[in-house]
């Protein structure tokens, strides 16, 4: 067996750990793009958009995006960070912390637009604020899958890496030592 290629390996059942919890994440991320909307039934602003649900939108994406970082940052504080595949893995990750980052400030020009829009000057203002409002809210649901996208690329290259063990038997365990086999009986006459 190949030590270096050995010591590449990031245990098992930390690996399935790890994957588990992206997939967990990106779930929450794309739930989360998903339910967060501002557009009504008839894919307008609404006349009055509410802005304490805007700012909740906000706070959602600002909840996951410490997720996402604190993620990182245990993955990174791990010894497996630095090996090829975890330096692979840690680049995901890092993108995904970059990108989660971006979205909850999205959400919060967007909700802060919303009280802007009854001050209106003329038409031409709330237009201009309702379509500044689209563009901010599409962008940070857009940074929210962004993310889910990292954070499965993450996974995918921890999964490929679960292919790699199979090449590398796991360390055998410590058996008790087997009886002696008894021994024949010779009959002295």
Do not use: W
Not at 8 to 32: C, F, S
Not at 55 to 70: C, G, M
Not at 86 to 97: E, I, P, Q
């Amino acid at each position: 067996m190949n030590p270096d290629a050995q010591r590449e390996l990031i245990p098992r059942d930390y690996t399935l750990h790890v994957i588990g919890a992206l997939n967990d994440l990106k779930a929450k991320l794309l739930a989360t793009a998903e339910k967060c909307q501002l557009l009504d039934d008839t894919g307008r602003v609404p006349a009055a958009p509410s802005y304490a649900e805007l700012l909740q939108h906000a706070a959602d994406a600002q909840a996951l995006s410490a997720d996402v970082v604190r993620m990182t940052a245990e993955f990174a504080r791990s010894t497996h960070s630095t090996n090829r595949i975890g330096s692979a893995v840690l680049a995901h990750l890092a993108t995904a912390a970059t990108m989660s980052s971006h979205a909850a400030p999205y959400f919060a020009e967007t909700a802060e637009s919303a009280l802007c829009l009854p001050r209106s000057s003329s038409p031409t203002d709330r237009q201009y604020r309702e379509n500044r409002m689209v563009i901010d809210h599409a962008t940070a649901r857009a940074y929210l899958r962004r993310t889910s996208e990292s954070l499965r690329d993450a996974a995918n290259e921890l999964d490929a890496h679960l292919d790699f063990h199979r090449f590398f038997p796991a360390p055998a365990r410590q058996q008790s030592p087997a009886t002696p086999p008894p021994r024949p009986t010779t009959r002295h006459r």
